[in-house]
């Protein structure tokens, strides 16, 4: 079975290295992304056609978990421990999770997007083996 990327002008490359950095998965030259978050039409370096690209959800859901993990654990270090106060956590927990959140997103993305393309993901397709009840007469 052939990976899409083993074509003799471009050689399979990493999916890790080329999301995290948000390159092109065929190439690892041209941007994926347009803007913060919009995946572009095709690869301006090699003409890629980005159509197959659809992570959904998934990034978003992935960084808050991780994230939210990560500073509530930390959170709740800082709370045992310190016992600050309410005005604390606005002022540093809240914008460091924000913070962690926003700079994980983009990477995320361009990560899920190049497996998509290495693994040939796209949409379940769903065949109808037969009517209900279809084969057999009930008595």
Do not use: N
């Not at 040939?120 to 769903?126: D, H, N, P, T």
């Amino acid at each position: 079975m052939t990976e899409p990327a083993a074509t003799p002008e471009h050689p399979r490359l990493s999916s890790l290295s080329t999301g995290l950095r948000c390159r092109c998965p065929r190439c690892g030259d041209g941007p994926l992304l347009r803007g913060f978050l919009t995946i572009r039409d095709e690869c301006p370096a090699c003409g890629l056609d980005y159509s197959f690209a659809d992570p959904a959800d998934g990034p978003a859901f992935f960084v808050m978990s991780g994230i939210g993990i990560v500073v509530m654990m930390i959170f709740l270090v800082i709370e045992i421990a310190y016992r600050p106060s309410i005005l604390f956590h606005l002022l540093v927990t809240l914008p460091v999770l924000v913070a962690g959140c926003l700079a994980t997103l983009r990477p995320v993305k361009g990560w899920l997007v190049s497996e998509q393309w290495v693994h040939r993901a796209e949409e379940a397709r769903w065949a109808s083996t037969g009517k209900h009840g279809e084969g057999r007469r009930w008595r």
